[in-house]
């Protein structure tokens, strides 16, 4: 029970498996990592109980094990101790450090900030005006030139560019609003303290990121690649096809990374709109409404990607592979969306919640997960998009 409720506590979606006392993990960075309980036991006799040297006696005991299978290191050691901790009683598991103080993709990036965190990001963007003009048009243009790289790695780099630009905490308020603007297509021109961002480079970030999130695959792809590779020796009727299959299941792993790789970019530019609508609305929320009129961002088709995306609240980690299918990590982002398109653009309103439609099947999601669910980050964003659906209603 400790370690379930500081899973939920921090947000981790988990699968339990009672068979073989296992719980199998995912945080919203994607890191995966399992727990193992075991038995403690003593396994021979002790010949002076008081000696160092001999095995210890756990048969009162219970042996927790972490161990993590893919993902940062230094974002498993951060919750390998707080579930640790929990399991002895010795804290509630709840991440306690400032949002500066973390990774831009996890969570606490996404809490509103107080005075007292944003007062060292106000000094920030004073402490830059000399290279703004500049420095900001590169630094999106760099990260949509490695979108367009054809590694893995240069790809994810690309992407966290853009959380990071995106983010108060990393980048300032100015800049913020600034790269925020290019991620919506609307890249701003003004005079000598105002960033004019390239047009095409704007564009070409914005239908990336919607092309992403709407279609479900990579830019150029044109479907997602399987998980596994199988061979059937059967059909082999050369003698060199041992070399052959070799051959194939050597490039099973990278599939099976590709897979993990699109899932986690199209995760990230989840994370991009949901930083740059957050952004816009706390600081620029008339300018994001007149966007938002337009705004691929709040069509038919976009907002039902999302609202679909909302089918990952009960979503198992195990399930979750490549851009097809949502994770509940996924489901918070989409939560957080909607609910910011909702309260900028009326008609992303009556398009999940129209008060003369007979069923509501979006507020129906939305009600059960809140009761179903144990993931604080997507109880409290879906308390807010239920709110901002259901304000008509009331």
Known sequence: SRISDCLATRSISVEYDEETITATCMTVDRVHFNIRLYRGNRTMTLSNPDSLDQFPDLSHAVIIEVMRTRGSTLSFHYHNRAILNAARGLSTGRDDRKPMHTSPLEYPRLKKRTNNNSMDEQQRPAKRNNTFQTSMPRALEHAFSLLHKDRLDTQRLGMESLVHLTDCFSSGTDIAIHASMTVMGCPIAGDNNVVQSSTNTAEGIHRFLVTLVKDRVLPGDEKEEPLTVTTDSTNNSDGDDSASEKSEASNAPVIVDDAHHGGLLRSMALRVLANSLTVLSEHQGTLLTNILKTSALASRDFVQVLAEDLLGASRLPAVVAGTRLASVHEAALATRCIA???????????????????????????????????????????????????????
């Open 340 to 394: 910011i398109l909702a309260q900028h653009a009326p008609h992303v309103t009556h398009l999940l919640a129209n008060p003369k439609a007979t069923t509501q099947a979006t507020l129906e999601l939305l009600a059960r997960t809140q009761e179903v669910v144990r993931h604080d980050v997507l109880v409290s964003e879906t308390k807010r998009a239920y709110q901002a659906l259901t304000h008509e209603f009331r």
